[in-house]
Structures are given as structure tokens and as C-alpha cells.
């Protein structure tokens, strides 16, 4: 087929000789279906540009493929507010964000039966206060009455609206909500995709930088000084939290099924991770498992350290204190904590580098007294063992706590931490996680070293 959309000459001329019209059929017919195949794959090509998605194949390469289902011409919102944490709106079709006026805008190819709206915030928790919302609009039409605003730049991968700011800034809310939830949102597009920060914090993107660059391979946009109508085929709006520093496979977007495990996996990738697993004592029984101490410098540190070393030195371990500070840079980190077989510390953001342990390493948490098991468990219990990694929860009395001390035993604080709960969560935080700190006593806290020496030993 020349540029011009014409047949060649040769294709196009009548067939001449003695086969006569039976030829000229059969020829006809092979052209006709030709151009049927042409217009099949130019249309499939067209819509799978608009409408489709990089996925990832076992083999670790990432492929273009259709979305499970095209959206109809007039294109689709699709938004879900279940589940105790966030919101979020997909827009499929000719999707136009408008980033000052916090705006995502469907316009239609025909009239839509009715105009709608919902707003949203684009951060993880609904309920964060501080946190502009967008309003996603379905036009229902493209009339002069209802006009939709002029592309003055058109993207041809999907984007993603999120919000920084609220709790980010805190370690563990920086991966709880916003890098975990950015990776189940973005993994899918291979890196092909658009991400619009509201509320942007550009020393976080700079800290993070490495993690984001490899979900998304453009620039991040600062959606509250965007004066740009932005052209996409799909916008997401909002990032969803499954659980708690955590994911859910079944809640993956288009059928993923992504894992915490995935999770881990990319961290060690990005960073160049070199371990994968932690030492087998199995088969080199003459080392001594590596043991990172995380040392708070404020509430809920432990006073009695130098004890604790030599208890865990005399058990077998070799111990290292840590005491990471809000500067450290995140790859130093990772490769320092990838080092260890053991993390251990009290409840708090610190043991949020679980995530750059080797698969099959032990996490000890240590909880703080006053009914903190079930906070405990849910921050980091259950993502721990989803990371695959070996879960151990030494839960404090009130012997081993500097409360005691502080208010004596009849105080409702140390007698009666239910009622504490029950007089609601300031009051919790004010005294079990704010004012305590912690003395572990050795000889009750032995057997726990020991599990995680016996399960290093089946590695």
C-alpha cells in the first residue's frame, strides 16, 4: 500500500490470462481481506495507545497490553469510597486535568445522559485534614452550554493524582502512605505513567527519589502551580490503602495481585540490594548471625542497651546499635540494614527498614506496656510476616517500664491501661507511647534471642 492509502498498480490492476474471472475473484477477495486485517490492526493500534497498559511478564520484561475492558466512546468514572481509609476515581476516555483549579475533567465524545460530580481527597486517609480536594466533573456534553477546556498538552500514558504532606514525613507514614499505596498504583504501567503531586514536598521527592524515578519514568508535576490543561486516555485519582503499611493482593488494581513481597523485591532492585537471603547457620554454623539494634534518642528507648548487647553477644549474636536520623540517606540505609539477619527495637518508626531485610530474616518488636499489642501487630505484625520475614512481638510488663517508676503502681496508667484506652487515643499516646521508655529485663527476654537463633538455624 503506497502513502497515499492507494493500492500499488500492480495489486491493483485486473488479473489477466487464462484463469480468467475465477482468478480475478480469489485476488479480489485476498485484497478485500487484506484491508480488513489493515483496519483491524490500525484501530487496535489507535485504542491500545489510549487505552492500555505496560504489564509485567515472568520473565521480568514489560509488555503493552489491552485493559480488561475498553471503555465506551463516551469514556467512564469509576470511583470507590469502601474501606475504613482512602477514596479514589479512575477516569477513562478523554480525561483533561486542570492542576490549579484541582480539577480532573471526562468530556465526552456524545452527550452523556447527566452532568456529575464527586470530590475527593488524593491522600491515602480521607480524613487528613490540610489536604486540598479535586473534583472530578462528567461533562454532559461538548456544547457551547457545558464547554470542556482546551488541551494545551496532551499525554499519551496514564497519570496518577496523589497528595503529599499530612503525616509524610514521618518514616513509617512515608511508606504506609505513600510509597507502598504509589507502588500498587503505578507498578502496573512499567514506569510509563504521569504522576501529579498535590501539596508536593520537593525535599521528599529528593529523598525518595530513587523509588519514585522507577515507578514513573517523566518528571513529577506540581499539580497546585500547573497551568496547563492536561491531556490523558486514564486518570487515577488518589491512591488506595489496603492495610496499614501493607498490601492486599486481592485489591490489586487490573488483576496484579501484588504482594508485600513485591514490594520488598523492588526495594532491593532499586537500591542493588546484594543479599537475598539471610546466613544459614545450617550451613555455616561457625558464623555468627549480624544483629541490628535500633536505638531511639527520645520516648520509648531502651535504657539498659549495653546490657542488651552483651546478653545478645553472649547468646551468639554479633551487635551492631543503630540510631538512623531524619538526614540519613535512604540508600545508606537500605544497604547498611540489608547487612543484618536480625532487626530489633521498640515500637516505632525504626523498624519500618524491615523492608530492606533479606527475605527470611527475623524482626523482634518490642511493645511497649499498656494494652499496645493490637497497634503493634497491625503496624508491623502483619506486614512483617507478609514481607516473608520472621515475626517475633516481646511484649513488656510493667516491671520493665519507666511508668512504674514515673507514677507508681496504683496509677490507672500502670493498674488499669483498658481504662486508658477506653478515655480515647490522646491519652494512649500521651503516656504509652510519649512518656515511657523501656528496661528489658535479660532473663525474660532470653528465650526470645533464642527463637530467632532457632530459626536462623533452618534457614
Known sequence: MGSDGKLPTSAAAAVKGPKGWAQRFLNVGFVAGFLLVLLTYAVFSQQSQRFGAVVASPDGTYNFRLLNKLPENNGKVVCTTAGPYSETCDVFGDVRTNGMAHTVTLVPATSFTERREWTIKPYIRRTMSGIPEVTITQLDSTSASSPAPACTVTHHVPAIVFALGGLTGNYWHDFSDALVPLFVASRRYGGEVQLLVSNIQPWWLGKYEAIVRRLSKYDAVDLDRDEKIRCFPRVTVGLRMHKEFDIVPEF?????????????AFLRE?????????????????????????????????????????????????????????????????????SFDVLMGVHGAGLTNAVFLPKGAVVIQVVPYGKMEPLAKLDFGDPIVDMELRY????????????????????????????????????????YLGKQDVKLDLERFAPTLELALDHLRQQ
Open 252 to 264: 490489586s488494581p487490573d488483576g496484579q495481585r501484588l504482594a508485600m513481597t513485591d514490594f520488598t
Open 392 to 431: 517475633l512481638e516481646y511484649s513488656i510488663t510493667a516491671q520493665e517500664s519507666t511508668l512504674l517508676e514515673m507514677l507508681g503502681p496504683d496509677h490507672p496508667v500502670i493498674k488499669d491501661p483498658e481504662s486508658v484506652h477506653r478515655s480515647g487515643w490522646d491519652k494512649v499516646a500521651e503516656y
Open 270 to 338: 532499586t537500591y542493588s540490594l546484594p543479599r537475598a537471603a539471610p546466613i544459614s547457620l545450617k550451613q555455616t554454623p561457625e558464623k555468627k548471625p549480624r544483629l541490628m539494634l535500633l536505638h531511639r534518642g527520645h520516648y520509648r528507648k531502651i535504657v539498659n542497651v549495653p546490657e542488651i548487647v552483651k546478653a545478645a553477644e553472649k547468646a551468639g549474636f554479633e551487635v551492631a546499635i543503630s540510631d538512623p536520623r531524619f538526614g540519613v540517606q535512604v540508600e545508606e540505609l537500605a544497604r547498611s540494614v540489608n
